[in-house]
Structures are given as structure tokens and as C-alpha cells.
């Protein structure tokens, strides 16, 4: 579906978004603020900033600066489950957000107030049924997010691999990839099972631009196959480094603790004290299975073109390695 260039992609999304290349940076807590998400938009890709670890007033800053940083779109990434929801909804219309990318609930709360203001919604899933029920919905893109991704993941535990052409299948609204990809190979091959762009989260956090602690940054890049689980799945499953809150937690649900205790081990403030203090024992270090194989820090926009460029020669020559 559509068609490239060495200079972008024409298919729905880039249409549906007004981007050059169908690359999408996550929306990622303690990690994408406005200097990411207008890095990614200028360098072509679809910059999105992370409201879930945002009080609405620091949401609304970040907002205004990505508009003055860029002339490009961006989008807003909000988890439904956040407390103060109103406000943060009422911030995006206010500011004239154009798109929004929704999370973790039902997106037949949102999506209806966000269309009548203009704005293009795209939810995130991780299986082919809640993609019809977004399709249902009338949200204009879907998000099918597998296994492999960093952060808060499905309960089913499809791997991307599976769910791409499950999805594919079950909607015929615009679909987007992610979970696992890092490179423009791991785009190519997410676009032959029909996806129409990529996000990626975890190849993002390892940027310049990424407000993610330093330490945090390394401890990815050094990260082998193997390193990162998926864990805490009586509460909220969520994928991230293997450490020494993560033994806590293990052993925790070894000795079969109530989902109270497991609460009060997790505490408040676990992902801040990790990715963004840079406490890297005692905090939730989320990350995806592809952290294996990112090996350098650099910036966002030399990831959009590097990906871009991996993507049109593996698109050109998929068999020459
Ligand atoms: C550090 C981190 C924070 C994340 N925070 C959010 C979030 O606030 N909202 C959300 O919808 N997804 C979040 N995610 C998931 C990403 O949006 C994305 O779908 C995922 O990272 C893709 O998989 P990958 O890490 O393999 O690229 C987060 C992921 C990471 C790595």
C-alpha cells in the first residue's frame, strides 16, 4: 500500500498525518517532552509528546514549546487511566493539538469529543479484537503493540510478528506497528505484513533529545538479549530491565504475595525514580526487547534518516545483507 521515494512514503498515514516518512516516536513517560517530539517532526517522522507522566499545566508548556520549536505536526500521547484526564483533554483542544494518540482505555470515552474539535485520533491495542472495537469507535489509525515493546504491554502476549497480520485482517483503518523495531530492516518487514508506518519507543530513548536520565540511557545501550521481562502482571503487565526492584517484585510473586503487598512493594514514583533520576537498582527501568540490539546514543533526527535509509535499501534489495 502506497508508494516511496529515497525523499518519503505516500500512503494513508503520511497522508492521514502530513508527514514526509512513516517513522513515529513513541509516546514515552519520563522520556518524549516537547525537545524530542519536535526533533522527530522536523526531521520528517511524527513527533509525539508523552502526557501520562505530565501534570496538566507542565503538559500545556511542553505543548506550546514542540509549536514553537516546530511548524510540523505533532501528537500528544494520552493514557486514559491518567487522574486528571479532564484537564489534560481540555488542554489538547485548547491548544489545538492536531493529533492524539490514546492509551490503556476505552477509546469510545474520547474519541468522539476529540473529532468534533478537528483532532485525528490513532489508539494504541494489543490485540485484533480491541482494534475492531477502535475501528468501531470511529478513531481514524490504530496502534497494534506486541510483546516485544518497552512499557506497559498486553495481557495476551502476542508478539508483533503475530499481531501485525491479525490486525491487518481484522480492521481496514490505517495500521501502525510497534513493539521490537529499531532499524529500517525491522520497518520493512513490519510493512510486508501490512502495517503502514512504525512506531518505535525504545530506539528513541536512546537520543540526545530524550529527557530520559543519562544512566538510564547507558543502561540501555548495554542491555544483552534477555535482560529486560515482562513482570508485574497481577497489577499492570509492564516490560523493563531486570534489577534489583525487579528481583523484589519476583521474588515477591513467589511467595505468592496479595495484589495489596505487591502495591505497596511498587510503591509511588518507581518509573520517575528510575528513568528519569537515573536510579537504576531501585527504579522501573521500562525498555523492549530490541534494547539488545541498540548500541549507540546519537541524535533523533540521525535516527529518522538512519532508519529511513536502512528501509529504502532493504526495500530495494531485501535479500543483499
Ligand atoms: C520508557 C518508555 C515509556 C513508555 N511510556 C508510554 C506511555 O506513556 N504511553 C504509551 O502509550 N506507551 C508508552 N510506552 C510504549 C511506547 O509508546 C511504544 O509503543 C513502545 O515503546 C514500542 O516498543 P519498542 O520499545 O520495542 O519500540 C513506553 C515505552 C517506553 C520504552
Known sequence: MGRFTDDGFENRITQLFGIRYPIIQAGMIWASGWRLASAVSNAGGLGIIGAGSMYPEVLRENIQKCKQATDKPFAVNLPLLYPEIE???DIIIAEKVPIV?????NPKTWTAKFKEHGIIVTHVVSSAKFAKKCEDAGVDAVVAEGFEAGGHNGREETTTLCLIPAVRAA???PLIAAGGIATGRGMYAMMALGAEAVQMGSRFVCTYEASSHIAFKEAVIAANEGDTVLTLKK????????????????????????????????????????????????????IGQVSSIIKEIMSSADVVSTVWGEFVKAAKEPFVF
Open 101 to 105: 494518540f490514546t492509551s490503556a482505555g
Open 87 to 89: 484537564k489534560q483533554v
Open 235 to 286: 497489577l499492570t503487565p509492564v516490560r523493563l530491565i531486570k534489577n534489583q526492584f525487579y528481583q523484589k517484585v519476583q521474588e515477591a510473586e513467589n511467595n505468592c504475595i496479595s495484589v495489596n503487598e505487591l502495591e505497596n512493594i511498587l510503591g509511588h514514583g518507581r518509573a520517575k525514580k528510575g528513568m528519569f533520576e537515573g536510579d537504576l537498582n531501585e527504579g522501573e527501568l521500562e
Open 171 to 173: 480492521v481496514s483503518i
